[in-house]
C-alpha cells in the first residue's frame, strides 16, 4: 500500500502554521485520512473535498465555514488521487471542458467567432429589417420633423425656387406612398437629401452643376426611393441592433474586443449605407423610365459632379459612395432596356426657371 | 513560535499562472455565457478571479479567492433590484411634477451607490481571500465611508477637479488601512499633493515627449502604489518596493498592444498573464513578521452586492 500515503502539508483554517502530516488514500470507504499534530484522526470523503492542481502542488480544500488546506507536492500520490476521482466520475463537466486542451479551446473560440459572425452578417440585418414593419410611418415622420427642425435654422430656403421645384415635381410620378416636400436650400454645397418623413431637400449648388432636366428628375427619382424604402429607418434600426448585438455578445468577453466590435459595426454600416444607394440607384432608375425621361441623365449627372470636383469630393458623392460602380451600373441598365422617351417641354421650362 | 523574526527576511512574490490556462478558462467561459444567454456570467468571473487568486503565491503557498457563481448571482439580481429602484424614484418624481426634485435625488442616490459599492465589494473580495487558509478582511465603516466619500466629492467639484488626486489618496489611504490579513494590519501612506506634483509631472512631460515619457509616468504611479503600502503586527513590519523601470514598463506595454492586435484580441489571457507575471516579478517584500504565526481574524462575508454594483459600474480599477 505504498503508493497510497505521502507526506504533505496541512493548515487547519485558524492559524498559518503549517503541519507536517501523513495523509493516504482510503480507496475503501473513498476517505482521505491522516493525523493533526493534536492527535486528532481526521477522514475527508473524496467527494466532499475541493481539488485544485496549481503550480505550488496539489491543493485541497474542506470546509465552509473553517475551511482547511492540504497541500500535496508529490507527483505519484496526485495521480492516484487523480485516477481515483476519475474512476469514481468526481470529476466536474467543468473541469472535463478545460481538460480539452488548448486546440480544441481555440477551435471552440473560432467556431463561436464564427457563429457571432454569421448572426452578424446574416440574421440582424434581416431581424432589423422585418422590425421596421413594426414601427408606424407616424415614427418617421417624427424622427424627420425633429431633424428638419434641428436643421432649419441654419437653412436659407429659397422660397420661390421651392414652389418651382415642387411645380416641377408634381409633373412626376414619383411611386411615393406619402407626401413628399420638396425644398430649395441657397447653399454652395454640392448637395441632396432625404428625411424620413418625406422632405426633400436640394441645394442649389446641385442645381448650379445640372444641365438638363432629366439629371434633376434622376436626383428626385433618386432621393423620392430613399423615402419610399424607409432607407432612414432602416438604417436606424439596422445600426442600432448591430451595436446591440455586439456590445452583449463581446462587451462582457473584454474591452479591447468591444472596441474592436464598435469598429466593425460602423465599418458595416458604411455597407449598409453602400446597399441603400444601389437600391435607390435602381428605383430611381425606374422611375425615370415611368415618367419616359431619359434616365442617362442620372449618370450623366454623376459623371459631371465627379469631372468637375476632383479636388474636393461634392458632399453628395462623400455621403453616396463608390459612384464609380453606380455609374457603370446605371450605364448598363440604360443599355440593357428598351428606352421610349418623350418631350417634356413643362418640365424643361420649370428647370429653366430654376437655373436662373 | 516567534510572532517576529529576528532578522529581516525577504518574501516571494510570484504569479505561476501560464496564458494557455487562462485562455482555456475564458473559452470556455465565453461559450458557457453565450449559450446561457449570459445567465453564466457571475460563474464565469468566480472561475475567472479563483484561477488568477489560485496563480498567484506568497512563499510558495496559493492565495485562494473562494466566492462563488452563486453568491455574485444572487450579488446581481440585488443590485438590478437597486437600480430598479433607483430609476423607479426617478420616474415617481417625474410623475408628481417635480422634475428638480427627482434630478438632484437621482444624483444624490447615484453618488451614493459609489461608495457602498466600493465598500461592499472590498468586503466581499476581502473575506472571501485567503492564504494558508487565513483569511483577509476589510474593516471600513460603510457610514462613515459614504460621508467622507460625499465631502471628497463636494471638494472635488467645488475645485473643478482639483481636488481629485487628494481625494484618490484620502480614499486609499482609508480603504487599504483598514485591510486585514489574519492579525496583520494594511497601511497605505498616500499624500494627496505628492501624487498631485508625480502626475502633473506625468501629464506635462508626456505632452512634451509626445507620449514616450506616459511609460515613465506609468512607473512612477506603480511606484507610489507599491512603496507606500506596508503590513504591520506589533513590532513587525513588511515593506514593498517597486523595482520596475521605465524601460520594463515600455516593454510590457508595447509587446501586450502588439499582441492583442495580432490576435485580433483572443491573446487578452496571454496579456494579463504576461501583466501579472511583471507585476508580481517587480515588488519586492522585505521585513521580519513571521508568515508562519498568522492567525484567523476576520469572519466570513458572502454578500457580494457591492462587488456586482461595482461591476455595473466599472469600479474595477479601484480594487
Same mark, same amino acid.
Given at each position: 500500500?505504498?503508493?497510497?500515503?505521502?507526506?504533505?502539508?496541512?493548515?487547519?483554517?485558524?492559524?498559518?502554521?503549517?503541519?507536517?502530516?501523513?495523509?493516504? *488514500?482510503? =480507496?475503501?470507504?473513498?476517505? #482521505?485520512?491522516?493525523? &493533526?499534530?493534536?492527535?486528532?484522526?481526521?477522514?475527508?470523503?473524496?467527494?466532499?473535498?475541493?481539488?485544485?492542481?496549481?503550480?505550488?502542488?496539489?491543493?485541497?480544500?474542506? !470546509?465552509?465555514?473553517?475551511?482547511?488546506?492540504?497541500?500535496?507536492?508529490?507527483?505519484?500520490?496526485?495521480?492516484?488521487?487523480?485516477?481515483?476521482?476519475?474512476?469514481?466520475?468526481?470529476?466536474?463537466?467543468?473541469?472535463?471542458?478545460?481538460?480539452?486542451?488548448?486546440?480544441?479551446?481555440?477551435?471552440?473560440?473560432?467556431?463561436?467567432?464564427?457563429?457571432?459572425?454569421?448572426?452578424?452578417?446574416?440574421?440582424?440585418?434581416?431581424?432589423?429589417?422585418?422590425?421596421?414593419?413594426?414601427?408606424?410611418?407616424?415614427?418617421?415622420?417624427?424622427?424627420?420633423?425633429?431633424?428638419?427642425?434641428?436643421?432649419e435654422y441654419f437653412m436659407n430656403v429659397d422660397s420661390k425656387k421651392t414652389k418651382?421645384?415642387?411645380?416641377?415635381?408634381?409633373?412626376?410620378?414619383?411611386?411615393?406612398? =406619402?407626401?413628399?416636400?420638396?425644398?430649395?436650400?441657397?447653399?454652395?454645397?454640392?448637395?441632396?437629401?432625404?428625411?424620413?418623413?418625406?422632405?426633400?431637400?436640394?441645394?442649389?449648388?446641385?442645381?448650379?452643376?445640372?444641365?438638363n432636366y432629366n439629371e434633376l428628375v434622376g436626383l428626385l427619382g433618386h432621393e423620392?426611393?430613399?423615402?419610399?424604402?424607409?432607407?432612414?429607418?432602416?438604417?436606424?434600426?439596422?445600426?442600432?441592433?448591430?451595436?446591440?448585438?455586439?456590445?452583449?455578445?463581446?462587451?462582457?468577453?473584454?474591452?479591447?474586443?468591444?472596441?474592436?466590435?464598435?469598429?466593425?459595426?460602423?465599418? %458595416?454600416? *458604411?455597407?449598409?449605407?453602400?446597399?441603400?444607394?444601389?437600391?435607390?440607384?435602381?428605383?430611381?432608375?425606374?422611375?425615370?423610365?415611368?415618367?419616359?425621361?431619359?434616365?442617362?441623365?442620372?449618370?450623366? #449627372?454623376?459623371?459631371? #459632379?465627379?469631372?468637375?470636383?476632383?479636388?474636393?469630393?461634392?458632399?453628395?458623392?462623400?455621403?453616396?459612395?463608390?459612384?464609380?460602380?453606380?455609374?457603370?451600373?446605371?450605364?448598363?441598365?440604360?443599355?440593357? %432596356?428598351?428606352?421610349?422617351?418623350?418631350?417634356?417641354?413643362?418640365?424643361?421650362?420649370?428647370?429653366?426657371?430654376?437655373? %436662373? | 513560535?516567534?510572532?517576529?523574526?529576528?532578522?529581516?527576511?525577504?518574501?516571494?512574490?510570484?504569479?505561476? !499562472?501560464?496564458?494557455?490556462?487562462?485562455?482555456?478558462?475564458?473559452?470556455?467561459?465565453?461559450?458557457?455565457?453565450?449559450?446561457?444567454?449570459?445567465?453564466?456570467?457571475?460563474?464565469?468571473?468566480?472561475?475567472?478571479?479563483?484561477?488568477?487568486?489560485?496563480?498567484?503565491?506568497?512563499?510558495?503557498?496559493?492565495?485562494?479567492?473562494?466566492?462563488?457563481?452563486?453568491?455574485?448571482?444572487?450579488?446581481?439580481?440585488?443590485?438590478?433590484?437597486?437600480?430598479?429602484?433607483?430609476?423607479?424614484?426617478?420616474?415617481?418624481?417625474?410623475?408628481?411634477?417635480?422634475?428638480?426634485?427627482?434630478?438632484? #435625488?437621482?444624483?444624490?442616490?447615484?453618488?451614493?451607490?459609489?461608495?457602498?459599492?466600493?465598500?461592499?465589494?472590498?468586503?466581499?473580495?476581502?473575506?472571501?481571500?485567503?492564504?494558508?487558509?487565513?483569511?483577509?478582511?476589510?474593516?471600513?465603516?460603510?457610514?462613515?465611508?459614504?460621508?467622507?466619500?460625499?465631502?471628497?466629492?463636494?471638494?472635488?467639484?467645488?475645485?473643478?477637479?482639483?481636488?481629485?488626486?487628494?481625494?484618490?489618496?484620502?480614499?486609499?489611504?482609508?480603504?487599504?488601512?483598514?485591510?486585514?490579513?489574519?492579525?496583520?494590519?494594511?497601511?497605505?501612506?498616500?499624500?494627496?499633493?505628492?501624487?498631485?506634483?508625480?502626475?502633473?509631472?506625468?501629464?506635462?512631460?508626456?505632452?512634451?515627449?509626445?507620449?514616450?515619457?506616459?511609460?515613465?509616468?506609468?512607473?512612477?504611479?506603480?511606484?507610489?502604489?507599491?512603496?507606500?503600502?506596508?503590513?504591520?503586527?506589533?513590532?513587525?513590519?513588511?515593506?514593498?518596493?517597486?523595482?520596475?523601470?521605465?524601460?520594463?514598463?515600455?516593454?510590457?506595454?508595447?509587446?501586450?498592444?502588439?499582441?492583442?492586435?495580432?490576435?485580433?484580441?483572443?491573446?487578452?489571457?496571454?496579456?494579463?498573464?504576461?501583466?501579472?507575471?511583471?507585476?508580481?516579478?517587480?515588488?519586492?517584500?522585505?521585513?521580519n513578521i513571521n508568515l508562519d504565526t498568522l492567525t484567523q481574524t476576520e469572519e466570513?462575508? =458572502?454578500?457580494?452586492?457591492?462587488?456586482?454594483?461595482?461591476?455595473?459600474?466599472?469600479?474595477?480599477?479601484? &480594487?
Amino acid at each position: 500500500m505504498m503508493n497510497n500515503k505521502t507526506t504533505a502539508v496541512f493548515y487547519d483554517g485558524n492559524s498559518s502554521v503549517p503541519q507536517q502530516i501523513e495523509l493516504s *488514500l482510503n =480507496k475503501l470507504n473513498a476517505t #482521505l485520512e491522516f493525523q &493533526m499534530s493534536d492527535g486528532t484522526h481526521c477522514k475527508w470523503l473524496v467527494k466532499d473535498v475541493f481539488f485544485d492542481k496549481r503550480a505550488t502542488g496539489l491543493h485541497l480544500k474542506y !470546509g465552509s465555514e473553517v475551511i482547511q488546506h492540504i497541500k500535496i507536492k508529490d507527483d505519484h500520490f496526485i495521480n492516484t488521487i487523480h485516477h481515483f476521482r476519475r474512476e469514481n466520475g468526481h470529476i466536474s463537466w467543468y473541469q472535463k471542458l478545460l481538460d480539452l486542451g488548448f486546440a480544441a479551446h481555440f477551435g471552440i473560440a473560432l467556431a463561436i467567432l464564427g457563429i457571432i459572425g454569421l448572426c452578424y452578417v446574416y440574421v440582424i440585418p434581416w431581424a432589423a429589417e422585418q422590425s421596421v414593419n413594426l414601427i408606424p410611418e407616424e415614427y418617421d415622420n417624427k424622427l424627420g420633423n425633429s431633424a428638419w427642425a434641428g436643421n432649419e435654422y441654419f437653412m436659407n430656403v429659397d422660397s420661390k425656387k421651392t414652389k418651382l421645384l415642387n411645380d416641377f415635381a408634381k409633373q412626376l410620378n414619383l411611386k411615393n406612398t =406619402k407626401n413628399l416636400k420638396f425644398i430649395v436650400v441657397k447653399s454652395d454645397e454640392i448637395n441632396a437629401f432625404a428625411l424620413p418623413d418625406g422632405r426633400i431637400v436640394v441645394f442649389t449648388g446641385i442645381l448650379e452643376e445640372m444641365k438638363n432636366y432629366n439629371e434633376l428628375v434622376g436626383l428626385l427619382g433618386h432621393e423620392a426611393s430613399h423615402v419610399n424604402n424607409r432607407h432612414s429607418m432602416k438604417m436606424l434600426c439596422r445600426s442600432l441592433s448591430g451595436y446591440l448585438f455586439i456590445s452583449v455578445i463581446l462587451g462582457d468577453a473584454n474591452g479591447i474586443m468591444a472596441t474592436i466590435g464598435d469598429n466593425i459595426n460602423s465599418f %458595416q454600416s *458604411l455597407s449598409f449605407s453602400r446597399e441603400f444607394e444601389r437600391q435607390a440607384d435602381a428605383d430611381g432608375f425606374k422611375i425615370l423610365l415611368a415618367n419616359k425621361v431619359n434616365p442617362q441623365g442620372m449618370s450623366n #449627372l454623376f459623371k459631371r #459632379l465627379k469631372q468637375n470636383n476632383f479636388v474636393s469630393i461634392p458632399e453628395f458623392l462623400s455621403s453616396h459612395p463608390v459612384t464609380e460602380n453606380r455609374i457603370e451600373y446605371i450605364d448598363k441598365m440604360v443599355k440593357n %432596356q428598351k428606352i421610349t422617351t418623350i418631350n417634356h417641354p413643362q418640365l424643361e421650362s420649370l428647370f429653366a426657371k430654376l437655373k %436662373q | 513560535m516567534e510572532k517576529s523574526l529576528e532578522k529581516r527576511v525577504e518574501y516571494a512574490l510570484n504569479y505561476n !499562472g501560464k496564458g494557455s490556462d487562462y485562455f482555456g478558462i475564458i473559452i470556455v467561459n465565453w461559450l458557457l455565457t453565450v449559450v446561457t444567454l449570459g445567465i453564466y456570467y457571475p460563474w464565469a468571473k468566480a472561475k475567472q478571479l479563483q484561477y488568477i487568486y489560485n496563480s498567484t503565491s506568497l512563499n510558495d503557498d496559493s492565495f485562494e479567492f473562494h466566492g462563488t457563481g452563486k453568491e455574485m448571482f444572487k450579488g446581481f439580481l440585488k443590485a438590478i433590484l437597486i437600480f430598479l429602484v433607483l430609476y423607479g424614484v426617478l420616474g415617481l418624481f417625474i410623475y408628481l411634477k417635480m422634475p428638480i426634485t427627482a434630478l438632484l #435625488l437621482f444624483y444624490v442616490l447615484l453618488i451614493a451607490i459609489f461608495p457602498i459599492a466600493i465598500h461592499g465589494s472590498y468586503r466581499y473580495r476581502m473575506s472571501r481571500s485567503s492564504w494558508r487558509g487565513i483569511r483577509f478582511g476589510y474593516r471600513g465603516d460603510r457610514k462613515e465611508f459614504t460621508l467622507l466619500f460625499f465631502k471628497w466629492i463636494f471638494f472635488t467639484i467645488i475645485t473643478l477637479g482639483i481636488y481629485g488626486p487628494w481625494m484618490a489618496m484620502n480614499m486609499r489611504n482609508y480603504l487599504l488601512g483598514n485591510v486585514r490579513f489574519g492579525d496583520v494590519e494594511f497601511e497605505y501612506d498616500g499624500d494627496g499633493t505628492d501624487y498631485f506634483a508625480l502626475n502633473i509631472k506625468g501629464y506635462l512631460l508626456t505632452i512634451v515627449t509626445l507620449g514616450i515619457y506616459g511609460f515613465w509616468w506609468q512607473k512612477d504611479l506603480f511606484e507610489y502604489y507599491v512603496n507606500n503600502l506596508s503590513l504591520t503586527r506589533e513590532d513587525g513590519k513588511i515593506r514593498f518596493n517597486s523595482t520596475a523601470t521605465g524601460g520594463d514598463f515600455f516593454k510590457l506595454i508595447t509587446l501586450n498592444l502588439l499582441i492583442l492586435i495580432f490576435t485580433l484580441g483572443l491573446g487578452y489571457a496571454w496579456v494579463v498573464t504576461r501583466t501579472l507575471k511583471f507585476v508580481f516579478e517587480h515588488v519586492e517584500a522585505e521585513g521580519n513578521i513571521n508568515l508562519d504565526t498568522l492567525t484567523q481574524t476576520e469572519e466570513n462575508y =458572502k454578500d457580494a452586492t457591492g462587488e456586482d454594483l461595482s461591476d455595473f459600474l466599472n469600479l474595477d480599477s479601484v &480594487m
